[in-house]
């Protein structure tokens, strides 16, 4: 529920505040949320008078304005208000695990994780055949490597999912991509390593500009922030599938990273 450019300025600092209508309290101080910019961690939750709040209230929600963050709030009144205070808490931890090299007791500990996973499930093995099919297939969209399997997506999600968590892929706007932990289990199973194509070097365009403004922006070879970089944001708004949102998007996660458009 969070948008984008409001993650951007709670990791900034500049927003640490957010108000909702909430029958009963979702979170409790302590919570830690995954996000696209890393962990969140709530500080406080309390009950509110929708007629208490100030303009300073708005300013720390990101609000453009005290009437805009009451307007927000109208719906569902039948519910109380919420005031959450939130705060930066690191990154994603999955980030550092997926770039995490396993040793060979990892390794054992991984597998016996998926042999686990496996007996568990009610349509039979599924870990490897799941992990050799994203690494055959990188970056191909969920419901065709569904198919391939006689999966359905939602299934077929959930499970990728449980290989995420132990940092064993990465999911993309389209399609999903080994981690470099996930290629060298798949490895340890192979009689050699597998050859795979070179990943481009430099951090992948975010997951939340979409899957048309992704797939245009592969078809002319950009897939990274730095290759974004190289462009305006008139150039890169001239292609068909990648629309404002996409530019603001892309401008925000270059900034967290000190890049921007050409000319900017």
Do not use: C
């Amino acid at each position: 529920m969070i948008r984008p450019a409001e993650l951007a300025a709670i990791k900034a600092g500049t927003v640490d505040l957010a108000f909702r209508r909430w029958a009963k309290p979702r979170v409790v101080v302590g919570t830690r949320m995954r996000t696209g910019v890393g962990l969140l961690e709530v500080t406080s939750v309390e009950q509110v008078s929708v007629s208490s709040l100030r303009a300073e209230d708005a300013r720390r929600a990101g609000a453009p304005s005290l009437a805009a963050l009451k307007q927000a709030l109208a719906a569902r009144q039948e519910d109380p208000a919420w005031r959450i205070g939130l705060a930066y808490a690191g990154s994603d931890p999955r980030e550092a695990l997926r770039a995490a090299v396993p040793t060979a007791e990892e390794l054992a500990t991984i597998n016996a994780r998926l042999d686990r996973l496996d007996a568990s499930s009610s349509y039979g093995a599924w870990t490897r055949q799941t992990l050799d099919l994203i690494d055959l297939h990188p970056t191909v969209r969920a419901p065709d490597l569904a198919a391939q399997v006689g999966r359905e997506t939602a299934d077929f999600k959930k499970d990728v999912r449980k290989l995420k968590e132990l940092g064993l892929t990465e999911s993309l706007a389209i399609g999903y991509l080994l981690s470099p932990r996930g290629e060298a289990v798949v490895d340890a199973s192979l009689p050699a390593p597998r050859q795979r194509a070179q990943k481009a070097d430099g951090t992948p365009v975010p997951r939340n500009i979409g899957a048309p403004a992704t797939r245009a922006l592969r078809e002319v070879g950009v897939t990274t922030l730095e290759q974004v970089a190289a462009h305006s944001a008139a150039e890169l708004a001239a292609i068909h599938g990648v629309g404002p949102i996409a530019i603001t998007r892309l401008r925000e996660a270059m900034a967290e990273r000190g890049l921007a458009y050409a000319g900017e």
